[in-house]
């Protein structure tokens, strides 16, 4: 099996867009990464940016749930782990914008009874939002160790390998043979069967010179009649 090269940054996140509606399919690990990647720099520089930046954060993780669901797809895998991820991050980021918002909302004017009630229900929000996080982030190790598998060199049925095309089709996993049907090396004929040599007749049949008639057959000369008949 060759496999096709690996590629690189642009490729990677190019083709990802052309496919950011896809949910069906298998995509390789170096489309994915790279594209993770710009997502991750995108949600980092987002996260800086007051009120826009949770929504853009938000956004680009709901982008990435077809991505995600591509790579599980090419391990073998379905995709719900990629939609509980992302559906618990996105939880948080909504949570935390609440919590921002409410903060923003409380001045040294506000009454002490007015004060109390957005801390509590500042408390309790966090108190989801934390355990949200927490989760999703179990998730996401899950999510990690599945995505840095490689892809399966044969066809599965979310279609055909993006990194293997030459691979075996309909076979078992990793593109091996049934257990008792292993090839190690050439074909070989059964056991009994082997051939040393050219083909050799059977042992009583071997033929050491050209070919004699049975012995009581054996003619030293010509045809002689039997002894008690005499010739015509």
Known sequence: MNALPQLDFMQAVQLSLNRIKEMDGRSRRSEFWWTMLAVGICSVIASVIPYVGYIIQLGLWVVAIP???????????????????????ALYLILAFIIYLKAKSVSSSDSLDDLLDAYNSSNSLATIAAIAIIVAGIIGIILIVFCCQDSQPFTNKYGPSPKYPDGPQNQQMYGQPPYGQ??????????????????????NQQQYGPQQPPYNQQQYGPQQPPYNQPPQ
């Open 182 to 203: 292993q090839q190690y090396g050439p074909q070989q004929p059964p056991y009994n069967q082997q051939q040393y040599g050219p083909q050799q007749p059977p042992y």
């Open 67 to 89: 991505l995600m669901a591509r790579r599980l797809h090419d391990t073998g895998r379905g995709h719900g782990l990629a939609f509980a991820y992302v559906g618990l991050y």
